[in-house]
């Protein structure tokens, strides 16, 4: 908040063109007292509203034109073409048709995709083949590059979260375009993570850095152990799995964090409240959840939005199975900034 305290217009002038602003009238907008104040407005996209005017952009825009067909998920509180969904966090909705391919490129930022829609969609990063299916989360971290095709027929969508917000704000944001054979595969990088899911390790001496040993989680494998957790855990625990590179056990990117959950039907969960904002989305099941005592009714592959120690309460319909959704979130920026936060008020 700009506060003003009186200053003389002539030395407001003085400070002005020395490049100089008076602290005390911008410390409490630069330190809100107690918590946060961000722009973030909660929000909600329903798939089906926005897949009509997807299909829309499939016929008006060439993929070849477009780079990435995708329609942002602007957050309302930072006016109507926020290129971002939350502080931290870029989602948006990609369509790719038969037959198509978005060209080979790289970024700073990481991204990563959640399947929504669709059979035959793939996503080749740094050479190595991604087959997409419904729930799957695929990564292309920070740096690799990475084309999408569509070998299937009928429309084929997904959720594309970046963490280019963050990227943008530290003036790190750009891309490449291809040069020949660029899209390929480390094979000895590739091959030793295999081996070590084995529990089997190469000599030192042949050993590369694979920060990225996982690109591809499957949704049936997270769905699988969701369910099992769901089992054995005891009545009232959280079901939740956090997506994580196995080799380190440390989050799967630098910047997102990525945790699936099964919300067992009629039941109210009431979380902690965090410090990062989150894009949540739903993989599977319907139900409600309330963001800040604002009610969000979602189904199947829709997205919401929570800014920062918003209280949540998630309910999955009492007819019907579980409900799945998976939150996307700076958590791994917050604990890196030494600030990471979650509490819980009665
Ligand atoms: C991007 O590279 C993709 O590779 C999708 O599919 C969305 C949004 C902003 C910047 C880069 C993609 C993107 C993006």
């Excluded at 099992?228 to 855990?233: I, K």
């Excluded at 800040?292 to 829709?302: C, E, I, Q, T, V």
């Amino acid at each position: 908040m700009h506060e003003t305290t009186g200053l003389s217009a002539a030395y407001r002038e003085q400070l002005a063109s020395a490049g100089l602003t008076p602290l005390w009238e911008h410390l409490s907008g630069a330190l809100p007292h107690g918590r946060p104040a961000g722009l973030t407005r909660a929000n909600h996209w329903r798939y089906r509203d926005i897949r009509p005017l997807l299909l829309q952009a499939g016929e008006q825009v060439p993929v070849e034109k477009a780079e990435r067909r995708v329609l942002v998920l602007s957050d309302p509180g930072r006016g109507p073409t926020a290129m971002q969904a939350t502080g931290g966090i870029y989602a948006g909705i990609q369509l790719i048709l038969p037959g198509e391919t978005a060209p080979t490129h790289r970024h700073s930022p990481s991204a990563a995709r959640v399947v929504i829609e669709g059979n035959g969609g793939f996503t080749v990063v740094n050479g190595q083949r991604c087959e997409m299916e419904r729930g799957d989360v695929i990564l292309t971290p920070s740096g690799q590059w990475h084309d999408h095709g569509h070998h299937g027929a009928g429309p084929f969508t997904w959720l594309d979260v970046l963490d280019l917000p963050v990227f943008t704000a530290v003036e790190a944001s750009y891309a490449e375009a291809a040069t020949p054979g660029c899209n390929v595969e480390d094979a000895l990088a590739s091959l030793q993570s295999r081996l070590l899911r084995d529990g089997l390790s190469v000599p030192a001496a042949l050993r590369r850095p694979n920060p990225y040993p996982m690109l591809r989680f499957p949704w049936q494998r997270t769905r699988a152990a969701l369910l099992d957790l769901a089992r054995h855990a005891p009545a009232g625990a959280p079901i939740e799995v956090a997506y994580v590179n196995p080799e380190t056990g440390e989050s799967c990117l630098p910047i997102m964090g990525f945790t699936a959950m099964l919300l067992p039907a009629g039941r109210t969960l009431s979380p902690m409240q965090r410090s990062p904002g989150a894009v949540f989305h739903v993989i599977e099941g319907s139900g409600e959840t309330t963001v800040d005592g604002k009610p969000f009714s979602w189904s199947a592959g829709d997205t919401f939005t929570a800014p920062a120690f918003a209280d949540l309460a998630h309910r999955a319909e009492i007819h019907g199975g579980p409900g799945f959704l998976l939150r996307i979130d700076d958590e791994p920026l917050h604990r890196k900034l030494g600030f990471f936060q979650e509490r819980k008020f009665a």
